[in-house]
């Protein structure tokens, strides 16, 4: 049985860090893609970050860049997420997914779409206060 289990959240000031981690078990990612997601109050789910575990390659979405980073530890079968200068527009659950789907070229990016990822996490509060 695969699980996603994040942990790491919680309720800090802006300009705070925070660091998510998401333990992966039940399964190998190591050609897929993990991806960190996020819904706010009233908001559609967004792609925050993903990482390609063959190449490492990432994507951030724009409001994040610079400022989080996403990455992977293939022994621990573990994938981080690591929030620095947050803003209370980050205030959101955010959630651990994984596509199953084969991921090998270096031109290939990860998708955005929700309905890509097959396996989930069950969410982690972020609160950020101004």
């Known amino acids: 049985q695969v699980q996603l289990v994040e942990s790491g959240g919680g309720l800090v000031q802006a300009g705070a860090s925070l660091r998510l981690s998401c333990a992966a078990s039940?399964?190998?990612?190591?050609?897929?893609?993990m991806g960190w997601f996020r819904q706010a109050p009233g908001k559609d789910r967004e792609l925050v970050a993903a990482q390609i575990w063959y190449h490492s390659n990432t994507y951030y979405a724009d409001s994040v860049k610079g400022r989080f980073t996403i990455s992977r530890d293939s022994a621990s079968n573990t994938v981080d997420l690591q929030m620095n200068s947050l803003e209370p527009e980050d205030t959101a659950v955010y959630y651990c997914?994984?596509?199953?789907?084969?991921?090998?070229?270096?031109?290939?990016?990860?998708?955005?779409?929700?309905?890509?990822?097959?396996?989930w996490g069950q969410g982690t509060h972020v609160t950020v206060s101004s």
């Open positions: 039940g399964r190998s990612f190591s050609y897929n893609v």
């Open positions: 997914a994984a596509d199953t789907r084969v991921y090998i070229s270096a031109d290939r990016s990860p998708s955005f779409r929700g309905s890509d990822y097959d396996y």
